[in-house]
RNA sequence: GCGGGCGUCGCCAAGUGGUUAAGGCAGCGGCUUGUGGCGCCGCUAUUCGGGGGUUCGAAUCCCCUCGCUCGCCCCA
């Protein structure tokens, strides 16, 4: 028989993980809801038209990495490849900016039919925040300190924000059309991927990662020159802005994000810790998305962090909290004696407590072993001679300068048995 | 989707054509039927990701396939 296993690029999480997980996604609720941002969720799967007029058709997302298929309505489905087309079209759904600007976030699993890699799985997890309705630099800048402030708040070192702007949709169509009559002329000399992206994303290139076609760049037309009075003026508020908040960051100009929704504001937050897949944080302003799906304009901001990277990073930097040990473990052995440490091990959970009840029935030189293992403050005894008397046998089993004798208590004092167990 | 590396017990790993596939950790049992952290003893892979081939003989060589990993593309 074939072993089962998962589908390639899909992990499971295990408890090891999902605590640590926990750790961080609690660190982030506490964040937004200090913000004043709400949670909306919505489903994995989503109309395939939605990304394909959401995201672009020629991105590389929709192109090539979406899990579609026709469900037995015959309805085009997608997994969800990102999370903001599905915000925007819930947004607009169940009209919730008809009362002036509005800030969520969102998260859980995205779906791209991608070669894995460290850092790049086909289920992945998202992270993000929308600002609906916010203009304004400011307005960015609000977004990004939020991101920068919980990787602070999560002692993470060594980042860079790197951030770029893109102009309005007219000064980057103007750039496009231009960059491309300079790239026809450059054809013959540009490397082969570049080649092929000319008329496809003719902004990517930029990025091109051959040093031939880089050099070649040096005198191509610079995107920046092409913006607007406005879009440049914008760009130096939100520098001054973030300068005055003191968050570090530097401009990067071939910082040009790949979904074709974004304008003005692009923005990154990487480290050079993860190899090739550098980028945890990526957002920028979306102006244009809300009307694209069929809503009022409502110019937009967001970011997503990578859940996964965020955790490779965490743990390259050593930044995991160990995990907490049970305060009592419970040593038990006998038949009456058994149910009996269930009903204990309950009442001092509803207390509580964080309770570890033995349940190999072995002996009590085992048992303690095991006791010792967990790592537990205290152990709880009782056989069937602590059953006959009526109580339990209290045992400390850390020397953290305190004295404790062993001794028994009766089950009668219960609240005394718990006050000591809180007590060290 | 393209290119490089890898795949031996739950984990880490030795073995690179020849009788029963080292060792460590973890687990289980015992020394010690009710008191631990140390120590000692014992047990735990008919099998080397899967399938086919070469050979008297394969974990070791060849082919295919699956998966992991690194880089590219792209992105979080």
Not at 144 to 161: G, H, Q, T
């Amino acid at each position: 028989m074939t072993k089962l296993k998962t589908l390639r690029g899909m992990n499971d999480l295990l408890p090891e993980q999902t605590a640590h997980w926990q750790e961080v996604e609690d660190l982030f609720r506490h964040h937004f809801s200090r913000a004043g941002i709400g949670e909306i969720r919505t489903p994995l799967m989503e109309t395939t038209d939605l990304f394909f007029r959401g995201i672009g058709e020629l991105t590389d997302v929709v192109g090539k990495e979406m899990y579609t298929f026709f469900d037995r309505g015959n309805r085009s489905c997608t997994l969800r490849p990102e999370g903001t087309a599905a915000v925007v079209r819930s947004v607009l759904q169940n009209g919730l900016l008809s009362q002036g600007p509005k800030r969520f976030w969102y998260g859980g699993p995205m779906f791209r039919y991608e070669r894995p890699q460290a850092g790049r799985l086909r289920q992945f997890h998202q992270i993000g925040v929308e600002f609906f309705g916010l203009p304004t630099a400011r307005d960015d800048a609000e977004l990004i300190a939020l991101a920068w402030d919980i990787f602070s708040a999560l002692k993470l070192k060594d980042l860079n924000l790197e951030l770029n702007t893109l102009g309005t949709s007219e000064d980057r169509e103007r750039y496009r059309s231009e960059l491309i009559k300079w790239l026809e002329k450059k054809y013959d000399f540009l490397d082969k991927d570049s080649q092929e992206r000319v008329y496809k994303n003719p902004l990517r290139i930029l990025d091109s990662k051959d040093s031939k076609t880089q050099q070649l760049l040096n005198d191509a037309p610079c995107l920046y020159d092409s913006l607007s009075e406005s879009s440049k003026n914008r760009f130096l508020d939100l520098q001054k802005i973030l300068n005055t908040l003191e968050i570090p960051f530097q401009i990067n100009k071939r910082l040009v994000r790949g979904l074709d929704y974004y304008c003005q504001t692009a923005f990154e937050i990487t480290t050079d810790q993860l190899g090739s897949q550098k980028t945890i944080c990526g957002g920028g302003r979306y102006d244009g998305l809300v009307q694209e799906l069929g809503g009022s304009s409502t110019p937009s901001v967001g970011w997503a962090v990578g859940m996964e990277r965020l955790m490779i990073l965490l743990n390259e930097q050593n930044l995991y909290q160990k995990k907490d040990s049970p305060d009592v473990y419970f040593i038990n052995q006998g038949i009456s004696a058994e149910p009996e440490a269930l009903s204990l091990t309950r009442k001092l959970r509803t207390a509580g407590l964080n309770v570890e009840l033995d349940s190999s029935a072995s002996s009590f030189s085992k048992q303690f072993k095991k006791a010792n293992k967990s790592n537990a403050k205290w152990a709880l005894i009782i056989g069937e001679e602590e059953f006959s008397a009526g109580e339990v046998r209290i045992k400390k089993l850390k020397f953290d300068g305190e004295d404790f004798k062993e001794r028994n208590i009766s089950k009668i004092e219960i609240s005394k048995l718990i006050s000591i167990l809180k007590s060290y």
